[in-house]
């Protein structure tokens, strides 16, 4: 079936939070994403200044998703990719790289001089985005510390106008991050 590619949309994130959800439930990720959760991460991303992001459709249906954001760095632009997944009964027929090259032209046009994704060392992803020419960036690391649970903590969700005084949501640190 043919594949079309656009810009993500409000209206699409109910079929986007499935997707999210189907696509890191099974090993190597096992991640255990609900689809208000995954829905939430999607409008915290969407609410970014500089976000991108584009689904590929086959027919109606929404197979993969792109998202991510641009970042400023000294005189250049960066741009940051957050999540990148296909249904699972449709990855390896070339849906993932269909949407990195849709990317990687955007990204062309808006002179991006670079785009960076974190993902595990034994996730699938890693030889994907190896295959896709990205190399690992051997003079960095990723640094993560827990924040034991406060007495009144809640679940984390950050809208917008709330105690942190950001007129936006805050990033979600995610175990691949
Ligand atoms: C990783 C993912 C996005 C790749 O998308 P995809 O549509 O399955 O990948 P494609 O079919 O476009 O693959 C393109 C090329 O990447 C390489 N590739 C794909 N999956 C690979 C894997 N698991 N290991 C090594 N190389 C792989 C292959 O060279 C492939 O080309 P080929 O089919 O001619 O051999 C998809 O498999 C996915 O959603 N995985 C689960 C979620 C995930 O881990 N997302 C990334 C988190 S940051």
Known sequence: MELTLREITPADQNAVAKLIRAAFASPPTNENWTEEHAREMLLEWMHFAGFLGYVALEG?????VLIGRLERWEAKRFFHLKELCVWPERQHTGIGSALLGHLERQLQQRNVAKLYVQTTRESTAHGFYRSCGFVTTEQ?????KPIPPGKNSSNGAVTNGTANGFATPLPAATARS
């Not at 109606?60 to 993969?64: A, C, K, S």
């Not at 960095?140 to 993560?144: A, G, K, M, N, Y």
Request: aromatic share 0%; proline share 10%.
């Open 140 to 144: 960095l690391i990723v640094l993560s």
């Open 60 to 64: 109606p249906t929404i197979v993969g």
